[in-house]
Nanobody, 124 residues
């Protein structure tokens, strides 16, 4: 599986942005798609995840109620819809896939396939 994230950019605080993650290759091997972010000087953290088959979504407390994760199995695309953005949301955002489900869906170490990041900058 190959993943490519897109949709990042500069947005004012309170604004919205939608990120996409296009999957290609052996997409039927994806069990979970996760979204992560890494701010300068900070560790990479999970934003949320979605089970590819059933569409169950999970969120980090910091984004609950503001971010929505979805997926389109036909288009092999995952989406991270972000609303009410804050300057603290500024980071490089990554999508990743778990193809073996050996760990928890909200654990960074569970993901074995990573896409390149896309920069999200929220100005105050």
């Amino acid at each position: 599986v190959q993943l490519q994230a897109s949709g990042g950019g500069l947005v004012q605080a309170g604004g919205s942005l939608r990120l996409s993650c296009a999957a290609s290759g052996r997409t039927n091997s994806m069990i979970v798609m996760g979204w992560f972010r890494q701010a300068p000087g900070k560790e990479r953290e999970i934003v949320g995840a979605i089970t590819w088959s059933g569409g169950s979504a999970y969120y980090a407390d910091s984004v609950k109620g503001r971010f929505t994760i979805s997926r389109d199995k036909v288009k092999s695309t995952g989406t991270l819809q972000m609303k009410s953005l804050k300057p603290d949301d500024t980071a490089v955002y990554y999508c990743a896939a778990d193809t073996d489900l050996e760990g928890a869906v909200m654990s960074l170490s569970s993901y074995d396939i990573w896409g390149q990041g896309t920069q999200v900058t929220v100005s105050s």
